[in-house]
């Protein structure tokens, strides 16, 4: 069978194509450079350039297939959650082909998809019930119990931002562009000191698994802004005319890089912490990582190490594209919801 899978949740429209669990094409276009100016998404702005983008996408998928329209069995897309008007050229494009040619509509939920990333160039059997998922991304962190291939349960959940929304608004902060992630973590690289524990690891209760990232956030803020105060004191001209935007200038880059580090540091301590937190609460040995955030390479070593040192299986997705938001993910999940019949 063929699936034709669609996303356009957020800032990347990406269409797929699977021959059953093989995935036979991929093309995605990324917004990133279109909401550099605003160092985030803006949802009207983002929803244009899929209405302008999906019907290429489109064409490329079929063409590095060969197939055309007529030959697709399913259509899949991603119903929620997302942006709104994001979500809705997708759903319209998605659903309009699945009446015209009269096949099937398969809809799909964004975060489940994140999770069945895992199976991407995976074997079902690769998968071990029940086990403890951490799904962290721009626009959600949760930790589920995933008991059965459908059966989640929600155990924790952020009660604030995300840890993706964070690295999103830290990189903002030191003026250095977007999408947050990749760019903190590679100023986190460059930095040779030691880990000082600067900003506070906040865990809320001992034993709950909900996170909570605006206090981490805040305290980032002060930190910049206490640097850029001793650094204008040090300059009377930027003290004179310093607004917040060009005040970020006199930042050195030995503050940036310390600045990721610590946060990025402080950010992975979190999520390693609650994900083995909720493994130890429910005796499960087996631990997943799923979304945006689960493409952080230092993330994914330190939960490999300590799933090793604790005789843990660690799975996560078997390529950084399919942590990021995209249709491969969206298409598996599809394949198992016709073949499970859910
Ligand atoms: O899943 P995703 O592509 O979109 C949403 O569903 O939100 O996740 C995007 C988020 C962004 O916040 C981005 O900064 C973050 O994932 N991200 C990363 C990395 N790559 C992307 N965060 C940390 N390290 C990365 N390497
Ligand atoms: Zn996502």
Redesign the pocket.
Known sequence: MYILAFET??D?TSIAIFEDTRLIALDTKSQIKEHLPTCGVVPEVAARLHANNVFLVLENVLAQTGLSLDQIDYIACTEDP?LLPSLYVGLTVAKTISKLLNKPFIPIN?IQA?IFANLLERDLGELEFPSVCLT?????NEIYLWKSLFELELLGQTQDD????A??KV?KMIGEG????????KLASEYNGEFKGIFPKVLLDKESLNFSFSGLKSSVKREIDKRIAILSTENISTKVSATRENAINFLTYEDKIEICFEF?NT?IDILTTKLFLAAEQKRIKSIVLA???S???K?KRIISEEANKKGYKFLYPSK?VY???NAAMVGILAYYKIIKNK
Do not use: K
């Not at 962290?136 to 959600?140: F, R, Y």
């Not at 995300?162 to 929304?165: N, P």
């Open positions: 949740s957020c990347d997302g964004h994140h962290v991304s721009g626009g959600h995300s840890a993706g929304e690295f999103d990189a977007f999408p947050g992630g990749p760019v903190v973590s990025e950010v979304g945006g955030v493409a952080n390479s993330l950084p942590s990021q938001d």
